[in-house]
């Protein structure tokens, strides 16, 4: 839920800054934000926050704490209500999730969130470099 908030007030802060133009293709926006600062943003809002809240402080378990988990990645994404959209990022964040907790349970907290920014930012460079070729 905070990455939901916090990924709308930065679309409602550039929503009134460019009101009749997209924001500006910089480096940052296009290379920077989603392969670097999007995925270790995410991955400690969408995974570990949830994970240690739900799993070891309420006990909830880890299938249950995975939906939440994947439902929170969806939502964090601005789906704009469209159903293939959510089911994408569902799937991802439950991918996502998945090699999370069984890394963090087999290993440490350190290597799981490691390995998690790292899928994701091969996943969102894989993303942009299609998105920039075709």
């Known amino acids: 839920m905070l990455s939901f ?3 709308n007030g930065i679309d409602y802060y550039f929503e009134i800054l460019y009101q009749y133009q997209s924001p500006p293709k910089t480096i ?3 290379i ?3 392969i670097i600062v999007a995925p270790v943003v995410e991955t400690i809002i969408n995974l570990v926050i949830p ?3 739900l799993s070891r402080f309420l006990g909830i378990n880890n ?3 995975l939906i939440i988990i994947a439902v929170s990645f969806s939502l964090a994404h601005k789906t704009h209500y469209d159903l293939y959209e959510f089911l994408y990022f ?4 439950s991918v996502l999730g998945w090699y999370f907790i069984k890394l963090y349970e087999n290993g440490s907290m350190i290597h799981a969130i490691i390995v998690s920014i790292l899928l994701h930012s091969i996943f969102n460079l894989t993303v942009t470099a299609l998105i920039h070729i075709f």
Request: proline residues 5%.
């Open 90 to 93: 569902f799937i991802a964040g």
């Open 32 to 34: 920077v934000a989603p």
């Open 63 to 65: 299938f249950f704490t």
């Open 51 to 53: 994970y240690l809240v």
């Open 28 to 30: 940052y926006n296009e």
């Open 5 to 7: 908030f916090i990924v």
